[in-house]
């Protein structure tokens, strides 16, 4: 299982509880921001799952959020993280 930056994710440790995006890789660690809360979070890359772009398109829609392709580029988020 691949992991990217820009890739939706679940934690598998906390349930599939909260919806995060990759925002950085960094050796076995992901650092994630929250897709519909104001949270910042990182996590083993083995304890993170990807969850499909569909899934995450019909997600942000239900929510009234922009699509993943509309939102922030990746790049702007990690460069505010350094």
Not at 35 to 64: C, G, M, T, Y
């Amino acid at each position: 299982m691949m992991i990217s930056v820009g890739d939706v994710v679940v934690r598998r440790s906390y349930h599939y509880d909260l919806y995060f995006r990759v925002v950085g890789i960094k050796a076995e660690t992901v650092f994630l921001q929250g897709l519909f809360h104001r949270l910042s979070a990182n996590a083993p890359i083995d304890d993170v799952i990807p969850i499909s772009k569909e899934k995450a398109e019909v997600l942000l829609r239900e929510n009234n959020y922009h699509t993943i392709d509309e939102q922030e580029p990746v790049a702007d988020l990690e460069r505010r993280l350094t």
